[in-house]
């Protein structure tokens, strides 16, 4: 599987894809598979750029093709945080209370976790019920800094 890496005002990412869509995404504190190949696509390459836009502010919506691997309800929960519109926050409990499971907050959590491909499935606007900002696998300064560039603004804890 290639995958290929790209420097940013957040540090060295590593975007992954295969057959023509995006896998995986890597921050510079995650382990690589073994098994990649590093080598630019013409499928990563867009991604790189429509990244590099947004972290511009130039970009709101990712349209590279998606294709992470997790079970059922994982890939039902990063769809829906992809519905999730740039510079807004939602709960854990808003999305659980959305797919009519309104005591699965813990495993909306543990989705949001283990979403491969962080940023173009914004987990990172997911926060906690009070407003706090929760884990986030790059580190809460970083969740902090993306929720910062979509608002325009700082973004302080409730």
């Known amino acids: 599987m290639p995958i290929y890496f790209y420097e940013s005002d957040i540090g060295k990412i590593g975007i992954a894809e295969n057959c ?28 790189g750029q429509q990244l590099k836009l947004y972290l511009e502010g130039r970009l709101k919506k990712f349209t ?11 890939k039902q ?5 992809c519905e999730i519109p740039y510079g807004t926050t939602v709960s854990y409990m ?5 797919i009519g499971k309104p005591n699965a907050a813990r495993a909306v959590g543990l989705a949001n976790s283990r979403n491969p491909i962080p940023i ?10 009070n407003g706090s900002l929760t884990g986030y696998r790059g580190g809460i300064e970083l969740k902090k800094k993306l929720l910062e560039l979509e608002n325009g603004k700082e973004y302080g804890y409730f």
């Open 77 to 81: 929960m990063w769809s829906l945080l």
């Open 120 to 129: 173009l499935i914004p987990c990172h606007r997911v926060i906690g019920t």
């Open 94 to 98: 808003d999305l659980a209370i959305k």
């Open 20 to 47: 023509g869509r995006i896998t995986n995404l890597y921050f510079s504190s995650d382990m690589i598979p073994q098994n990649m190949q590093i080598y630019e696509t013409p499928v990563l390459k867009e991604a």
């Open 64 to 74: 590279v093709l998606l294709n992470p691997e997790g079970t059922a309800f994982m």
